[in-house]
């Protein structure tokens, strides 16, 4: 009988469920696309209790498996492993309260989930349920997996090797030691977002140079046995904080790519370690840190594994999936690899024309979307593209994307505008996967989940300026065919028109909200940004006296 299994990321931040039917994925969420709150919720103690209500009852929906049917309730955090709870719930910063939480989950799930019996809930360890969401959700059946977040129950990394689907623990780090804690710490002294910014910091990085580098070598080091020590540094010394509407100096870029540089040293030396010990050719990555393209590019392209596999929701939300993994695994069913990260809403055909229908907008249903769309980008126009299930994880992968033409570099800021982003953030491309190599270097490829960065080659840089990172990379997804026939028509079609095969692929979404999930944020986001096309399954709705997403009328011969 195959087993059904909830996970759930509730304890942190980025609250999330999945669905293992049989061992198989079959849905998976995050909560802030559906309570439209980004991030969830506040990552603080008293939000422990908080749970992903609405992603757990849609996968259970979708799944067709009711609360009182679930074999299991996999929850990313085990209370067993955290410090011992002392009386007083408010010592260490209510740690004691987060703790007591947690112990108390199963009775809130039964209130969330009528019908749920509490004791089918399974706590794992949260790094485990980080490392499972890479080695089971990877193609691979034995390798290396290396987890590096803030912070789990008392620790921040995991190192260990798998062997067809177990996993062996080589050795964790425990707190204070935290590569996570040093960058959110980072983040928030430059004026950002802790638990949510980070990758801001890793953009405003390559504007800098790495010159605190030998003072950053004495406080975070690697202590040869799997481990790391990372002391606790006054960032003051080297930079002044940015307040809210302060501006960034070079001294905030330096300090950034000081920072990033020597994470990436760390990691390549962890790296090399767990290839030592394991003998491995294969790196499945999870963990926060993981969501660090840049560092997950050093690391493939001069660590010691031949291939790097990184889940796309590395940060927190992908422990949901990861716990349900490997709980669905302990209960003996045989796992299946995740193939795609569209595991989130999606709607049908009908479904759709009733949302526009009811918006009253007019909207139409040509004979193919893709060449639509790709009329509307030729012609420097911006698309919002709403297609199939929504992703699981932070990036946009060609099912809620703003697409825009790459040969125009005024289209970053044009972008940036539209999401209301700093200005120094890059917008990647999209690329189909069998003209990748020829305009892309220095990563893998395929690269489906926007994972790592790579070169632009030099003869095309100049061709898609508006994708091109100061530092002459770009964080690119490859678009198979096999797997995304509707996109990857889309840009032959644009192809066909421009030569290039490459289109801007960002996030639909606008400042500070989370990324569109169903078809009411799509209009909702239609009407308040500047887009000049929105493309909804098989419909599409022009933006009223936008020259890009006229109707094409053909030229008329007049004869006599
Ligand atoms: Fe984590």
């Known amino acids: 009988m195959p087993k059904r299994v909830l996970g759930v990321n509730a304890v942190f931040h980025d609250p999330a469920s999945a669905v293992v039917v049989g061992g198989r994925v079959v849905g998976a969420a995050e909560e802030e696309r559906f309570t439209r709150r980004k991030h969830g919720k506040v990552p603080v103690a008293f939000s422990t209790w908080e749970l992903p209500e609405r992603s757990a009852r849609w996968c259970l929906a979708y799944a067709g498996v009711t609360p009182e049917q679930l074999d299991a309730v996999a929850y990313s955090y085990d209370p067993g492993l955290a410090p011992a709870r002392s009386e007083d719930v408010t010592a260490d910063a209510w740690e004691g309260l987060r703790t ?43 390798c290396a997996v290396l987890v590096l977040d803030g912070r789990g129950e008392a620790a921040s990394h995991l190192a260990g090797h798998v062997c067809d689907g177990a996993l062996e623990v080589l050795a964790t780090q425990r707190l204070p030691h935290s590569l996570g804690l040093v960058y959110e710490s980072l983040t928030v002294h430059l004026g950002f977002k802790r638990a949510s910014d980070e990758y801001k910091v890793m953009a405003l990085a390559s504007y800098g140079r790495p010159s605190l580098l030998g003072e950053l070598r004495d406080a975070m080091w690697t202590t ?45 030396e962890l790296a090399r370690w767990l290839h030592e010990r394991t003998g491995e050719r294969a790196l499945a990555l ?45 209960l003996g069913d045989s796992v299946s690899p995740m193939t795609a990260a569209a595991l989130g809403r999606g709607w049908s055909d009908d479904e759709l024309a009733g949302w526009l229908d009811r918006a009253g907008v007019v909207y139409e249903r040509p004979d193919d979307v893709a060449e639509v769309a790709a009329e509307t980008i030729a012609r420097n126009g911006v698309v919002a593209w709403f297609e199939g299930r929504a992703e699981y994880g932070p990036r946009a992968l060609g099912h809620r994307s703003l697409l825009a033409d790459p040969r125009y570099p005024a289209n970053l800021e044009r972008l940036n505008k539209v999401k209301g982003r700093e200005q120094f953030r890059p917008i990647a491309p999209m690329v189909l996967l069998e003209r990748a190599s020829q305009i892309f270097d220095g990563g893998p490829i395929p690269s489906p989940y926007m994972l790592f960065t790579h070169r632009v080659r030099e003869d095309w840089a100049e061709r898609i300026p508006a994708v091109v990172h100061v530092d002459g990379t770009a964080r ?25 095969p490459v289109v801007v692929n960002t996030s639909l979404n606008t400042a500070g909200r989370p990324m569109v999930d169903d078809p009411r944020d799509a209009l909702e986001c239609f009407g308040s940004a500047r887009v000049d096309l929105l493309v909804m399954g098989p419909f599409a709705v022009r933006r009223p006296g936008s020259a890009a997403a006229a109707r094409v009328v053909r030229e008329q011969v007049l004869v006599g």
């Open 476 to 500: 690119i997804q490859t678009v198979d065919p096999a797997e995304e026939p509707l996109t990857a028509r889309m840009l032959r079609a644009y192809e066909r028109r421009t030569g290039v």
């Open 100 to 142: 007591l939480y947690v112990e108390r989950a199963p009775l809130f799930l039964r209130t969330a989930l009528p019908g749920l019996d509490p004791d089918v809930v399974r706590f794992v360890p949260h790094h485990v349920a980080h490392a499972a969401s890479a080695y089971l959700a990877s193609p691979f059946r034995s």
């Open 286 to 330: 999870a963990g926060g840190v993981a969501l660090n393209c840049v560092a997950n590019s050093r690391i493939w392209r001069e660590g010691p594994f031949d291939d790097v596999w990184v889940q796309p929701a590395a940060g927190d939300a992908g422990t949901a999936l990861g716990g349900a993994l490997f709980v669905a695994r302990e």
């Open 224 to 268: 040869g046995d799997g481990g790391f020590r990372a002391e606790p540094l006054d960032w003051k010394r080297f930079a002044p904080p940015v307040r809210p509407g302060d501006e960034w100096s070079a001294e905030h870029a330096d300090l950034a790519a000081s920072v990033q540089r020597r994470l990436e040293e760390i990691l390549l």
